[in-house]
């Protein structure tokens, strides 16, 4: 085999035999370990057949820098070079500057220095392949910069669990090895050790962070936040009113609804990873910000409250006990507001000290409160004499069957509901912490829904057994025995008879009037007290821990203004201390009011106001069918949350219509200052998902209808160049088509260097977004092309999308045409042929002025400041001496620039400028023209060929807007003198069928009259250095001269088409006759038939005909109607 420095150079794209890469020379061996540093590493661990495994060190190095020399500065080119570290401190064998010989190399594979050295810290591993008698690689993958799947690549930038790694992008596999595809950074096929990567794993986590698993961070804060002190202190009064049947109703309704509730929330919480936020990250990710900001806000803020309402109740039951051992301290208000302010002290102290020190608090409060409920359960089947006058006499089934049937007192079936509702809330305790559970799209699903299960038994099993064992009145008096014969209750039965005090309603125990029932009944009652305390502190706690967290994401999402201070977050566990402190100031506030009937309707309200969203989200998401809406949870059904949310709503409105009126109007609000606000964020929401199908669906349907003349609407390209560059032509075409019509502004992107599309991708995100922040209501489309006409084409026949599609081209007037290469003019004509080849209507806007503003740079600071990452507030005017025309989208340049004709703000003061010239500053003004509102004044419409009726309806569409509705349409047509009135009338009758108001309609009778000498004169002055004069010389010259520059005026054109010459000359001085005044000029385009007028003479017809006028728009339809009479 021969040298490889001697062996001919292999193409990139040659074809490589059987493993796609050129086996190496025998004797070259791989130099010394070095720590790869390149992005794409390929690791060598054979060597080819023949090579001698005893060669020393020296002679590989030797090898080594005898091939860079030879293959070396060819290789360069094609290939980066990049300098390597020896890891131990001694330097490398080979030159920093060797590259590989050209024959190791292909499009694929690339063997630089790191190819030559494992990741496995530079130990070789080298094996004979007896089959291929080739290199071959311990991976697959690692031979190609082209990577396999790994999740790091679908990180994203902010991800918490690891780095974000960057694929190889489509240009560096596909474009040619000329343009250097590598990049410096992370490699993409490494395979690390597993010392590395437990190394890696430790750096991407700070070392001391608490994360939860699904029974501590979910099931436990869950089953605390619903178990509250209903079940203690008010479960038994619903089975006094409702009964045993009701009751258990009542409450799997509840469970019902927060079953769907906990089933969506499963659902969405597996759709991807989980951040901190809880109810707000799942609805705002679902639904987008309008909805997830507006609930976020009021689901922190009820989060907070509710600190104060579990709070309160807490210091309610302490002040029940002081008053029993006569031990108040002031009075009853006072003392709520003291021992409750205390109680919130200590529960931020636990707060703030860190979650692993609140997870500690709740787990003893869970086995506190489990306790209480255990020691209920067995007090319940120990029946002790002292206790019958109080009303339990244990399991009897008399008194299973007198309790099983309603007796409501003063209330119904619903307010029962309404006052144990807020027993079952709490489902999302957990999913509010989603940011320190370690994995929660595993802990979400399971914690919640056992959470629900088991509190969900335990309610049933509460309401059974009380209705079992204790009677619903009861006098508490021992001396209350059977007295009289006619007895009726399930108390006879035991010796006892109550009717004297339910009658006279003075009965103080039972399950009607005693809400201490379960401390009588437990089989040791101070337990219950405990219990007590820990159902509302336990929720207390989880709240208070809850709305900073959630408030925190809300702030950090920056959808409110003012509130950034709260994003914040400290030590480890990235601590809202600040939310905190906010959450305890809200929550002392409502607990100096300690009236708790008042907030707890609210409270609930904005819970359910939540739950019903998050069921709406998962139907929203399902219904849009959107191929990233794929929940690893399965057991839900998008039906069933639809019925889920309209519960909440149903349930909102049961339990306090004017609480649920009011939040329904809050979260309105909400959702519409946000909508307005409009904040730049991209979530991938179910709503954008739901929009993009609805418009897809319409699209197509609307294609299978014919187009019909009343539904014509004037759908326009309008060659803008990029929207910026020319103002005024974006302005007034955007003033009629919007709300009515499609616009489209076309770019045709020329230059002599190739075509960069990533450039021209990246250019079409970021000027429709400029036409989106200015409220443009239009479509940028930029297209590359060999030359101005052949773009054009592109776009005639490809922008839009079924029946959206363009149906006129809008151009703007080309004001130095005679200054430039006349081919551009023979390209501008034939961009209006083109269009009516088409069968687009074409509209040309002349102002005087001017209509490009791109070589003044500064004159829009929008574009700029939406690109710039900090507030730049002066803007400085400069001039770029190479101005475009006014026709042209784009110019070959040779410092064309992806940027070309951008307006920027340039941020250096230093910077040379130039002062704006008096031209300068007169084009600026008029092309703002378009943009304030026109006063009292007129739109002429100069109707002089019937070209379908467009000529007319864009003046028509024009005085409808509120920037042109003080304008007064005049019209002018052509006529004989001795038929004036009856053309006027003809007219006048023509256009009130067509529904159009008019102020005036003038008859012009000498439309034909001989324009005057001068201007005559003037014109042929003017297209004197385009003409062929063709009778001057030899035909095949003229011939010759005519096929090189086919823009020349023959002398036969000149003057067969006289007549038509001299009639734009006369229309140019009756316009400035009668229309001198006019805001805008709308008038027929004159037709040139394609390859008998010559360009230069129809550009001359067009500037006469259009000089030294207010701003004036040539309009020629496509002969189709686009007006109608018939309804």
């Not at 290939?79 to 020896?86: C, G, L, M, S």
């Not at 409450?251 to 969405?268: F, H, R």
């Not at 336990?538 to 702030?555: I, R």
């Amino acid at each position: 085999m021969s040298e490889p420095s001697s062996a001919p150079s292999a193409p990139a794209d040659s074809a490589a035999p059987e493993n796609d890469f050129l086996a190496p020379d025998a004797g070259q061996r791989p130099s010394g370990p070095t720590p790869s540093q390149s992005r794409f590493q390929v690791d060598l661990v054979s060597e080819a057949a023949g090579a001698s495994e005893e060669k020393s060190a020296s002679s590989e190095n030797s090898a080594a820098d005898g091939d860079s020399g030879a293959g070396g500065e060819e290789a360069k080119g094609r290939f980066r070079v990049v300098n390597f570290a020896d890891p131990n401190g001694s330097g490398s064998g080979a030159s920093p500057e060797a590259v590989p010989p050209e024959g190791l190399q292909n499009g694929d594979t690339v063997m630089s220095e790191t190819s030559l050295h494992s990741s496995t810290g530079g130990q070789h591993h080298y094996h004979y392949d007896t089959h291929t008698n080739t290199y071959y690689l311990r991976t697959f993958g690692h031979n190609t910069i082209d990577a396999v799947p790994k999740i790091d690549f679908y990180r994203q930038t902010a991800a918490p669990l690891g780095e974000k790694l960057v694929r190889p992008t489509l240009s560096e596999l596909h474009d040619g090895l000329e343009k250097e595809p590598f990049e410096d950074g992370f490699p993409n096929g490494d395979e690390l050790t597993p010392a590395e990567e437990a190394a890696a794993k430790e750096a991407a986590e700070p070392k001391g962070v608490v994360k939860f698993g699904w029974i501590k961070g979910v099931l436990v804060r869950c089953m605390l936040n619903i178990w509250g002190v209903m079940l203690f202190i008010r479960m038994t009064w619903i089975v006094g009113q409702a009964g045993i049947a009701l009751a258990c109703v009542i409450v799997g309704m509840a469970t019902v609804v927060t079953t769907i509730t906990g089933l969506s929330t499963s659902a969405i919480a597996t759709n991807g990873f989980v951040r901190g936020g809880g109810a707000y990250y799942l609805i705002s990710r679902s639904l987008g910000p309008e909805f997830g900001g507006s609930i976020g806000l009021i689901f922190a803020f009820a989060n907070a409250v509710a600190v104060a309402m579990y709070v309160v109740g807490f210091a309610e039951t302490v002040v029940e006990l002081l008053k029993g051992a006569d031990a108040l301290m002031t009075d009853d208000i006072n003392d709520i507001r003291i021992i409750g302010t205390i109680t919130v002290i200590v529960l931020l102290g636990i707060s703030v000290a860190g979650m692993e020190w609140e997870a500690k608090a709740q787990i003893f409060l869970l086995v506190v409160l489990v306790t209480a409920i255990v020691n209920y359960f067995i007090g319940s089947f120990i029946s002790v004499e002292s206790k019958k006058p109080s009303g339990f006499f244990g399991y009897d089934g008399e008194i299973m069957w007198e309790n099983m049937g309603p007796d409501f007192r003063d209330e119904t079936f619903f307010s029962v509901f309404a006052i144990f509702f807020p027993a079952a809330t709490g489902i999302l305790a957990g999913a509010n912490i989603s940011g320190d559970l370690a994995d929660p799209q595993m802990a979400i699903p399971r914690g919640t829904l056992l959470a629900i299960l088991i509190t969900g038994i335990v309610y049933l099993g509460v309401a059974v057994s009380t209705g079992s064992c204790i009677v619903r009145d009861a006098s508490g008096n021992p001396n209350d025995t059977i007295s009289t014969a006619n007895c009726t209750g399930a108390s006879c039965k035991f010796g006892f008879d109550f009717s004297s005090c339910k009658s006279q309603k003075t009965c103080r125990y039972g399950l009607h009037s005693d809400f201490q029932v379960m401390s009588l009944v437990s089989g040791f009652s101070p337990i219950i007290s405990a219990g007590i305390f820990s159902a509302t502190l336990s929720s207390a706690l989880a709240s208070l821990v809850s709305a900073p967290k959630v408030f925190q994401a809300l702030c950090k999402d920056n959808i409110y203004p003012y509130i950034g201070i709260f994003a914040k977050g400290y030590g480890k566990n990235n601590e809202p201390l600040r939310g905190y402190i906010l959450t305890f100031g809200i929550a002392l506030a409502f607990i100096l009011i300690a009236e708790l009937n008042t907030i707890a309707p609210i409270i609930s309200n904005f819970f359910l106001a939540s739950y019903a969203l998050i069921n709406f989200s998962v139907f929203h998401a399902s219904l849009a069918n959107s191929p990233g809406w794929r929940p690893s949870f399965k057991y839900y059904n998008m039906w069933v949350s639809l019925a889920g949310a309209v519960l909440c709503c149903v349930v909102m409105f049961v339990i306090n219509w004017a609480a649920a009126l009011l939040t329904n109007v809050i979260v309105m609000a909400l959702y519409i200052y946000v909508s307005h606000k409009k904040p730049d964020v991209n979530w991938g929401s179910s709503t954008q998902a739901l929009t993009y199908q609805q418009a897809l669906t319409h699209t197509l349907h609307l294609s299978a209808v014919e187009d019909h003349v009343k539904n014509f609407r004037p759908q326009c390209l309008v060659m803008t160049g990029y929207p910026n560059s020319r103002p005024a032509l974006l302005d007034l075409v955007h003033t009629f088509t919007k709300n009515v019509g499609l616009m489209i502004c076309g770019h045709v992107r020329m230059g002599y260097r190739k075509p960069n599309f990533k450039d021209l991708a990246a250019d079409q995100s970021r000027y429709q977004r400029w036409l989106m922040r200015n409220e443009t209501k239009a479509f940028y489309t930029p297209v590359f092309a060999e030359d101005l006409r052949q773009g054009s084409q592109y776009l005639l026949q490809a922008a839009g999308l079924g029946r959206l599609r363009p149906n006129t081209l809008v151009l703007g007037f080309k004001n130095d045409w005679r200054d430039g290469d006349m081919m551009n003019v023979e390209t501008y004509i034939n961009m209006i042929h083109d269009a009516f080849d088409f069968q687009y209507g074409a509209v040309i806007l002349r102002l005087q002025e001017g209509l490009d503003v791109s070589h003044i740079q500064g004159q829009d600071e929008l574009l700029s400041s939406q690109e710039k990452s900090s507030g730049v507030k002066d803007v400085i005017v400069s001039i770029d001496t190479s101005k475009d025309s006014d026709c042209d989208s784009s110019k070959p340049s040779s410092k064309t620039t992806s940027l070309q004709n951008s307006p920027a703000v340039q941020k250096d003061k230093k910077s040379p400028t130039v002062p704006l010239n008096v031209s300068d500053q007169r084009l600026l003004e008029a092309s703002q023209q378009f943009q304030q509102k026109q006063g009292k004044g007129t739109v002429d419409v100069w109707w002089l060929f019937d070209d379908g009726g467009l000529t007319l309806l864009i003046p028509y569409l024009l005085t409808n807007k509120k920037r042109w509705k003080d304008c007064k349409i005049r019209v002018f047509i052509g006529g004989k003198i001795n038929r004036i009135d009856h053309d006027r009338r003809a007219m006048a009758t023509l256009l009130s069928k067509f529904r159009i108001d008019f102020s005036d309609i003038t008859v012009l009778g000498d439309i034909n009259t001989k324009p005057k000498k001068e201007h005559v004169a003037t014109f042929e002055e003017m297209v004197e250095p385009y003409r062929l004069k063709e009778d001057n010389m030899e035909l095949e010259a003229a011939e010759r001269l005519k096929n090189s520059e086919p823009w020349r005026i023959t002398d036969n054109e000149l003057e067969l088409y006289r007549a038509k010459t001299n009639r734009q000359i006369r229309l140019n001085e009756l316009l400035k006759e009668h229309s001198s005044t006019a805001n805008l000029i709308v008038m027929s385009l004159p037709l040139a038939r394609k390859g008998a007028v010559s360009s230069a003479l129809y550009m001359a017809w067009l500037e006469v005909l259009s000089k030294d006028l207010p701003p004036i728009l040539l309009v020629r339809g496509n002969h189709q109607s686009v007006l109608t009479f018939y309804s």
